[in-house]
């Protein structure tokens, strides 16, 4: 694994140039035609072809590089609009899987974390990995009799995170000159949320903190973690047998999607409006499900907390905007901090690209379907054809509420799902801030720690 730890520690600028070309022939441009609503035609068969085999060469690259570049590429994966269909099914693969670390350092890692040999920590230890991604992999063991699933973090990854930061901040910098948007900022706030999921203890408190609150919806379960074989850089937890998010996009039944979907969606506002508290890497390989629609939920490194006062003030925006309060509209959005500058400032145009976000929350007969085509359109309604997008600002508390938004719509259009989205949302929204209190474990049945 010597020479793969060398090629993650080469830097940022040169991953980002071989992701580049090789996203370039994937067709980046022709997406972004397809984003902006123009020139949507299928593609041709020589452009599927081509699109897919640049897909895997991505795959293959971005699984060997892993790190920030591999988060852009799961990204891709998943996003309606961002790739031709075909080339997303490829990149599929990297929501679960990339390129596997050597086992030797594997031991490595589990030795030094543990204080003591692989073989003397687990009764059984599969070598290989049976899911890699950006920061770590995992491999199936057991412990007490139990299986259990090891996470185990690539050796120096954090520091080649922290470079990759480092120089992202630096564009950022450059990128955001003569706009009302404070890059640096961003970037001080993404290097966060990065960073602390290297923190596998983080993780371990975040997972039973945040199945606790999960769990009290019959739909929904997390893992329970095994604090006597967890630390900074290793999280064992329960192995559960359930299936992945692209398996059960294709066989499991409408029904069990459309009750999946309400899971994951009552888990995203409740946890927002109620307890200001939310996972912030919401894409469809940190999810398994069962034939019913039941969701386990996955991947806790990444959770953002939020003040009070901040999901108030996004409470009452929702509120105007649920009930048709065009005249409290701007203020209630301006208080947000989302606006950079009010001069200018198309205010009937944000009031349309709200009505067009809101539109989930608000039909009702029948009930809203989340679709590929619904979420490609509010590309061009919040960015590309945007007369504010100069004037839009985005404060640190909204980069990964964004991130957020584009994920969950992304999910849910993926697996087709209908569902009373107003009332679960709607009573979250109008309802009391409670705080993560709730989140505390209040019985053995609810409490996540094996």
């Not at 793969?4 to 071989?18: I, N, P, Q, S």
């Not at 009799?145 to 950022?172: C, M, N």
């Not at 309060?325 to 001069?343: N, Q, S």
Request: glycine residues 10%; aromatic residues 10%; negative net charge.
């Amino acid at each position: 694994m010597g020479d793969d730890l060398r090629e993650l520690a080469k830097g940022f600028r040169k991953r980002t140039w071989v992701t580049a070309k090789l996203a370039a022939k994937v067709g980046v441009s022709a997406a972004k035609r397809q984003l902006r609503g123009r020139d949507a035609n299928a593609p041709t068969a020589a452009q599927v072809v081509g699109s897919t085999e640049a897909a895997r060469e991505l795959v293959a690259k971005l699984g060997q590089l892993k790190g920030l570049v591999m988060k852009v590429g799961q990204m891709a994966s998943y996003l309606p609009g961002a790739l031709p269909d075909e080339a997303q099914d490829v990149l599929a693969a990297l929501q679960a899987q990339s390129t596997a670390m050597d086992f030797e350092a594997v031991r490595g890692v589990i030795e030094a974390e543990l204080g003591g040999a692989v073989a003397d920590r687990f009764e059984d230890f599969e070598e290989r990995p049976f899911a890699a991604a950006s920061i770590g992999q995992v491999h199936r063991a057991r412990f007490e009799g139990r299986p259990v699933a090891v996470k185990v973090q690539y050796p120096g990854i954090e520091e080649v995170l922290a470079s990759d930061l480092s120089t992202l901040g630096l564009f950022a910098k450059m990128g955001t000159l003569g706009l009302p948007i404070d890059g640096a900022a961003l970037v001080k706030e993404l290097e966060a949320r990065i960073l602390e999921e290297c923190d596998y203890e983080r993780e371990a408190d975040n997972q039973a903190r945040l199945g606790a609150l999960l769990m009290q919806d019959a739909g929904a379960s997390v893992p329970g973690v095994v604090r006597e074989r967890s630390s900074r850089r290793v999280l064992t937890t329960e192995l559960v047998d359930a299936m992945p998010f692209d398996r059960f996009r294709r066989e499991g039944t409408q029904a069990a999607k459309n009750r999946a979907a309400e899971v994951i969606f009552r888990a995203c506002f409740q946890g927002l409006f109620q307890h200001g508290v939310y996972n912030g890497d919401p894409h469809p390989g940190n999810y398994l499900f069962g034939e019913d629609g039941h969701v386990t939920f996955l991947d806790f490194g990444c959770v953002r907390r939020f003040e009070e006062p901040f999901i108030e003030t996004w409470k009452a925006l929702a509120r105007s905007i649920l009930d048709g309060d065009r005249a409290r509209f701007p203020g209630r959005f301006e208080a947000t901090g989302l606006v950079g500058t009010t001069r200018g400032f198309d205010w009937d145009h944000q009031w349309e690209v709200m009505q067009y976000l809101y539109r989930p929350f608000i039909e009702r007969d029948p009930f809203f379907t989340y679709t590929d085509d619904y979420v490609r359109q509010s590309y061009g309604l919040l960015i590309f054809d945007s007369p504010n997008q100069r004037k839009i600002d985005c404060p640190p508390e909204w980069l990964l509420l964004n991130r957020l938004q584009w994920g969950l719509n992304a999910v849910l259009s993926k697996l087709e799902a209908e569902g009373p989205w107003p009332v679960i949302f709607g009573d979250a929204a109008r309802g009391p801030f409670v705080g993560e209190a709730l989140a505390e474990p209040t019985d053995e049945r609810q409490r996540p720690v094996l």
